[in-house]
């Protein structure tokens, strides 16, 4: 099983989305945010931000370039 919540594995996951979206013709822009120790979880977690809302991407990559 791979843990997506370390930083090596939110960096991981954050290109597949970014990647995903891309070859739809979206640009995605998803960072990775270290969170720090969570009791609950008992170790450290890193996040993923997005400027995608509910999910979903919220510019074309064509209106970038033009």
Known sequence: MTDL???DG?????SKIQ???RKRGFDVVVEAKDEGFVSTMR??????????I?????????????
């Open 19 to 21: 990647d995903f979206w």
């Open 43 to 52: 170790s450290a977690r890193t996040d993923l931000r997005s400027n995608m």
């Open 10 to 14: 939110a960096d991981r996951l954050a």
């Open 54 to 66: 509910n999910g979903m991407p919220t510019r074309l990559a064509e209106a970038e370039a033009g």
């Open 5 to 7: 919540c370390d930083r």
